[in-house]
């Protein structure tokens, strides 16, 4: 009776430990988990719009190797929004995956782009629900 207790609280707390690992998180402001994630995000969206670029972010959700962000670019010189589309949204969003040798690396990305644009982004990409919004 009592391997059989053991048995059972093992199991419990490998499952516990296996849903808390899957849980995503905010990498901090100024770590440097968020500060190489929006550094490889960054050149995409200053092709994009043709100026330097630093994101006033608004969601950052990390799961093991997928990172999704969401907010509004910014002129990096003088902190202006820039609204590449205005009229439909000043919004930006980038799906990022980490490689086999560690490197952040951009899966998709829109900007203004009016309706969430990302939603199919789980299923075509096979990157995880719980990292969007």
């Not at 000043?90 to 939603?119: Q, S």
Request: contains cysteine.
């Amino acid at each position: 009776m009592y391997h059989k207790f053991l048995l059972a609280i093992v199991v419990i707390t490998l499952c516990g430990a296996r849903v808390m690992a899957e849980s995503p998180h905010v990498p901090p402001v100024n770590s440097p988990e968020r500060k190489t994630i929006l550094d490889a995000l960054r050149p995409a969206f200053e092709r994009e719009l043709k100026q330097p670029v630093k994101f006033e972010v608004s969601f950052f959700r990390v799961l093991d190797n997928w990172a999704f962000v969401l907010g509004k670019p910014e002129n990096a010189h003088s902190g202006k929004a820039i609204n590449a589309f205005p009229e439909v949204d000043p919004d930006f969003c980038g799906l990022l995956h980490k490689n086999g040798r560690g490197e952040w690396t951009v899966v998709d990305h829109a900007a203004g782009f009016g309706d969430p644009t990302y939603v199919s982004w789980p299923k075509t990409h096979g990157a995880p629900l719980s990292i969007f919004p």
